[in-house]
């Protein structure tokens, strides 16, 4: 299916109907939209699947349309708290998947059954790092035509604010309000609903992980139109890597793996060939992460796995640990964890 997930289809998705497929979350990581990296992380796939699913499974008990079914075990589609061990294996209802390679406007005229084509971004603070903050600088964007008077950096925004990408080109580019809504086919009415959705996803999530200590600094959730033409959840939320949290200041998230990339050449030449063509092949293949640096890592999405569900899938450290422990890799390699 990508880079860091696998798809079994079990039912294929058609024009009014929808398909039945188990998403398989693997060991992988990409970071960058470069696709593979070099090493797996051990445990992250079982560490996304059960994070994912404790909040899908907030959105069913909050009457929220979502695609998950449940995790499976040995065949078997369970709930969380069923589980006798970790799994990487999630049953889902399953949409159709439009590519928009001759445009846009087959989203005009599909109706129902497939996935909108936008990632839609949450945002509760601007970090130094943001994406946002860059766009800021080269005047790409401004603060009014998101709401905002003034903005503090790393500061918590007086109130959340929604932005878009795209989801289905080989590179993601941000989008304004007007071609977010266009490009996707929705009316007024809709478009604001997919905001209102997006709110309160990211109120569920803020809620859950502020119980452990987490700051849900921004995060990203994918939307599908179900055969009802009705908004449903779908791909995975809440997870260390739809979200950019952090602990006492120190991300714990994808970030962390971003963060250290940035300090490598590799960073440096890929930041210079991104925007031609063959460009991945031009980067070049990505070093190995730092064995130390790994084993933090693995660590983090375990610990964040154990404290956000509250059920002990993995003997690891407890979070505040592993957050002193890439703290110290901070001070050995700059920028890492920052």
Known sequence: MGSVKDLVV???????????????FSDRYSVFDYGEMPDKIEGKGESLCLIASYFFEILDKEGIENHYIGVVENGEVKNLKELSSPTNVMEVKLVRVIKPEKGYDVFKTEKTNFLIPLEVIYRNVITEGSSFLKRLKRNEISLEQFGLKDLVVNKRLEKPIVDFSTKLEDKDRYLNYE?????AGLSDEEFEGLIKLTLKVDEIITREVEKVGLVNEDGKIEVAFNDKRQFMVVDALGTPDECRFSYNGVEMSK???????????????????????NWRERAGIPPK??????????????????????????????????VKMIGELKEKYEGFGT
């Not at 071609?179 to 490009?183: G, L, P, R, S, T």
């Not at 970030?255 to 063509?277: F, H, I, Q, S």
């Open 255 to 277: 970030e962390v793996l971003r963060a250290y990339y940035k300090t490598t050449g590799w960073y440096k030449k890929l930041e210079k060939v991104k925007d031609v063509n």
């Open 10 to 24: 079990l039912k294929e998705a058609k024009d009014n109907e929808l398909g039945l497929g188990r998403f398989i």
């Open 179 to 183: 071609e977010a809504k266009n490009i």
């Open 289 to 322: 992460l730092p064995d130390e640096i790994k084993t933090a890592v693995e660590e983090m999405y375990k610990a964040l796995c154990n404290e956000i569900t509250s059920i002990r899938f993995f003997d690891v450290p407890k979070l505040k640990d592993v």
